[in-house]
């Protein structure tokens, strides 16, 4: 470290000197000698006050930056003539987003000069989403393994600068502590417009989240344009060339999206033109939502759709639902729904069970989306404990619920070596109506009390898990659609998003009170 250069947390307090502009737009501070007296600094206008420059403070931005490096100097702002230049053609789309958004000039691969931000790629083996972010000689340097951390750090550079606000001097080195930091958006029980939702993707990326999740199946409506069954689209649905463009969005944030169209259970929509795809049980009475995983022609519907919106959502990967099978939730499903009984004997021999049925049903699921390099990902009410069958190891756990019949706890699944997402459903759940025991959750609640340890309730699982819990998601779900509107919705998830990937961003208790990180978040916009 060298002389006058200090590292700081994020949010630590650090003396300073008040700053002001100088003549030539730069931040400076000006101070009188030790000797000086009030008739000194009553001194001649055209006499120029000698500038010197306290440390600078780590800069505030959403989430905290995790290290910053001091250093005395007037910092960074954009101005008149300032320029973005890449070190890498690949970099342009980064480059010209910063640029537009800091009315500066995209000048493209070029020699860099004062005032400019220069982008580029280190090519080492760092976590592609980290960066290192410079403000030295009246310039910003990021730099980064991959683009995702370039574009990141111009997310802090455009929060830095906000406002009229000054980067400070010295150096940002930064890296997100969960690589899975989500938005899961139920438009499958209410209609978002397409504008809604692509405002939310700016809105996630500024804040580095790097999934949205679109739940776009359930009883109440089916919600993308389908080419192979057009029958069961509600009235009311997003185009697919809508939903390309949201994609093309989303990569542009590098954000991934990721769809679910959840089975056996929330086909309602589907049911409504396969009324004989419903599941029944022993006495003739239909069970909502769910289809009968006897019949082959269940499987197929499924899968033509799975293999139709692969070639749409070109992310990694794909959620199944597996959640709420209602033949699963009586006392005896063999005695309830025989047809499940005989089929779950026939494949899988005497012992067969109706758990194990859906268990089938799940890893076949699975493997359709493997076939299109996706990794699967099913909520935890869709592993089922005991049986001969269990679930295929590559699938996550998507860990929302512990009230499940048969709860298994969060330990459960990561004593076995199973990987998990965070959508604790006391924390992440912001249900529109409020049905049954659900509150709207507060950015507060989520700020103080929950980590991605706390993966059910409010209790942390062992911190010997945490390389095994991936991330996490906030989730937007429709069940009273009429509650809210979409303006409504996103400004209560306003306030709940931010705090959320403040905790996936930063595994360090926050530095500032719920008070202060609220009043940054006003300023910020």
Known sequence: MTAGAVVVAAGAVVTAVTLWPSDDGRTGASVSSASGSADASRSSASASPTRIYPLSQAP??????????????PGWRPAEGGRVVVDDPGLADEGKLIAGELKLSYAGRTEARDGDVELGLNHTAADPESYTLTVKNRRVTISAPGQAGVFYGTRTLKQEVHGGGTAPEGVVR????????????????????????????????DLKFNELGLHFSDDQGFRIQSDTHPEIVSRQHLSKTEVKDIIDLAESRHIHVVPEIDSPGHLGAVIAAHPDLQLQNASGVPTRGAVDISKPASAAIVDDLLNEYAGLFPGPYWHLGGDEYQALTVANPAASYPQLAAAARKRFGAGGSVAD??????????????GHDRTARAWNDGFFRGGGVQAAKGIEVAYW??????????AEYLSAGRELINYNDEFLYYVLG???????????????????????????VPSRYDGRI?????????????AQTQDQVAAGIRM??????????????????WTGFKSLADRLG
Not at 470 to 482: E, Y
Not at 496 to 513: F, G, H, I, M, Y
Request: with cysteine.
């Open 496 to 513: 709940p998003l931010r705090a959320t990937v403040q905790k996936l961003w930063d595994p360090r208790r926050p530095a500032l009170s």
């Open 470 to 482: 991936l991330g996490g998601s906030f989730a937007v779900w429709c069940d009273l659609s009429a």
């Open 401 to 410: 619920t512990g009230k499940e019949f048969g709860a298994r706890p969060p």
């Open 174 to 205: 930064d890296r997100p502590a969960k690589p899975r930091r989500g938005f899961m958006l139920d438009i499958a029980r209410k209609h978002f417009t397409a504008a809604w939702i692509e405002d939310r993707v700016r809105e996630l990326g």
């Open 357 to 370: 049925l859906a268990t089938g049903w799940l890893n076949d699921r699975a493997a359709v989306v493997r």
């Open 434 to 460: 409020e049905p049954q025991t659900f509150v709207y959750p507060t950015g507060r609640r989520i700020y103080e009390q929950w980590t991605p340890l706390v993966l059910r309730g409010t209790t942390p």
């Open 60 to 73: 505030r931005t959403i989430p905290a930056v995790r290290e910053h490096t001091a250093a005395r100097g």
